[in-house]
Nanobody, 118 residues
Framework: QVQVVESGGGLVQAGGSLRLSCAASGRTSSIFDMAWFRQAPGKERAFVGRRIWNDGSTYYADSVKGRFTVSGDNVKNTVYLQMNSLKPEDTAVYYC???????????WGQGTQVTVSS
């Protein structure tokens, strides 16, 4: 089992930046990837970006490419989401998800609110 805790959300003006952190603890040796998702009011949870743990490869949703960057520190078992050029439509609760293999078990954090004012 893995515990996942996000931090770093807040209120920012459009065009500004925020960095979210997600720390994993527990059976971290089984982590295959860690990903960020977000859920805006009245919408379904949507993929934002992910980092493959063993080689550092990253993948992004089209809506955030060029503005958001996922990075990680395998020693600290932490993944980051650097968000630049924020837009009001980026307002959402941001969740971190750890995927463990074998078995494809997902572990989610409690979420952190990001609000972008216009």
């Amino acid at each position: 089992q893995v515990q996942v805790v996000e931090s770093g959300g807040g209120l920012v003006q459009a065009g500004g930046s925020l960095r979210l952190s997600c720390a994993a603890s527990g059976r971290t040796s089984s982590i295959f990837d860690m990903a960020w998702f977000r859920q805006a009011p009245g919408k379904e949870r949507a993929f934002v970006g992910r980092r493959i743990w063993n080689d550092g490869s990253t993948y992004y949703a089209d809506s955030v490419k060029g503005r958001f960057t996922v990075s990680g520190d395998n020693v600290k078992n932490t993944v980051y989401l650097q968000m630049n050029s924020l837009k009001p439509e980026d307002t959402a609760v941001y969740y971190c998800r750890a995927l463990l293999r074998p078995g494809a078990y997902n572990y989610w954090g409690q979420g952190t609110q990001v609000t972008v004012s216009s």
